[in-house]
């Protein structure tokens, strides 16, 4: 009878808390809501209010007429460009380049991390660390200029290497667009490897200890205690980094727009293998003027984001539910 009673008594507790609402909890942690308030100010103003631009998708856009002013063209924007022939090239570039940068990035940088971890000399492990980080530091800009160096045809440094070495004549890496396909992953990988193994090493340094001396004492080696320990630990933070990485895979190289745009050194010629939906966008804007096009490819773009946002929570929900996002 007391035990019934008290499970009632919780019950009726919780259903008058939940009928308080929404501004019972500002007036009681009015507190953390006012420190919350700068911050969702920023977003919303930043992320929230230029949404209203979408409607130029829609819009034969005139600046002197304004948002307002200009007339109406319903689909006829995001007919244009599906129609073009850009528009297959630029939306399989994104998708492969992408897909790649992700295997490749998550799957490198938990190789590396693993190896860093398994240096016993804490000085050497945060030297590699620094090291491989680095690279992530540095500005594509600067980045473009360092592959140019390697690159080029009449003074590169691996043009005249296979020449005083093999005898093979100066290639045209920055005329031949099929070199790109290869060059534009590794590019990537040197940048942003680092990062992902700074992630991984602190998800290693989170593992129990225990679990590693019992695997020594049942006999296990270092690749066992790898494959048994190791990986299937970190495998929460892997579906962490898929879903995070997963809403960006339409965008340009996970936000490394300048991958795309500044180490091709915005060659035309290498467009068919450099083009990506994000340098599509900005090219029709800078070369065309045509902000109505421009905005569809981008509402295009962001649609399909979100549809791969949950597409990818729905399959990581499946199989974990605890490392889904919603």
């Not at 829609?58 to 006829?76: A, C, R």
Request: with cysteine; charged share 15%; glycine share 8%.
């Amino acid at each position: 009878m007391l035990t019934s009673a008290a499970t009632q008594a919780r019950k009726t507790k919780g259903r008058n808390r939940s009928r308080r609402g929404f501004l019972w909890e500002m007036r009681r942690h009015h507190a953390l809501y006012a420190m919350m308030l700068p911050g969702l100010l920023a977003f919303f103003v930043i992320n929230y209010i230029p949404m209203g631009g979408i409607v130029i998708a829609f819009q034969d856009y005139n600046p002197v007429k304004g948002l307002f002013g200009s007339e109406w063209n319903g689909f006829e924007n995001f007919r244009f460009f599906f129609a073009s022939n850009s528009a297959a090239n630029v939306t399989i570039n994104t998708i492969c380049y992408n897909l790649a940068f992700m295997v490749l990035g998550i799957g490198l940088g938990m190789f590396s991390a693993i190896l860093i971890s398994q240096l016993r000399a804490k000085r050497a492990a945060a030297f590699y660390k620094s090291v491989i980080f680095l690279p992530y530091l540095i500005s594509w800009v600067v980045a473009a200029y360092l592959l140019f160096a390697i690159l080029s045809v009449d003074k590169g440094i691996l043009n005249r290497a296979l020449e005083e070495w093999f005898g093979v004549p100066p290639v045209q890496w920055y005329s031949v667009p099929d070199y790109w396909y290869v060059i534009l992953p590794i590019a990537y990988v040197w940048k942003n490897a680092g990062y992902f193994a700074v992630i991984f090493y602190a998800g290693i340094t989170g593992i129990s200890m225990d679990l590693y001396e019992a695997a020594e004492v049942d006999g296990a080696g270092k690749l066992r205690q790898m494959i048994s320990i190791t990986i299937p630990s970190l495998l929460p933070l892997v579906l962490t980094l898929f879903l995070l990485q997963a809403g960006k895979i339409f965008f340009a190289a996970f936000g490394d727009w300048g991958l795309f745009y500044n180490l091709p050194m915005q060659s035309g010629i290498l467009y068919t293998a450099t083009d990506v939906i994000d340098t599509y966008v900005y090219n029709s804007l800078r070369k065309m003027n045509d902000f109505g096009m421009s905005t569809a490819v981008g509402l295009y773009q962001s649609v399909v984001g979100c549809a791969l946002v949950l597409v990818s929570n729905w399959a990581v929900r499946r199989f974990d539910r605890e490392s889904a996002i919603f």
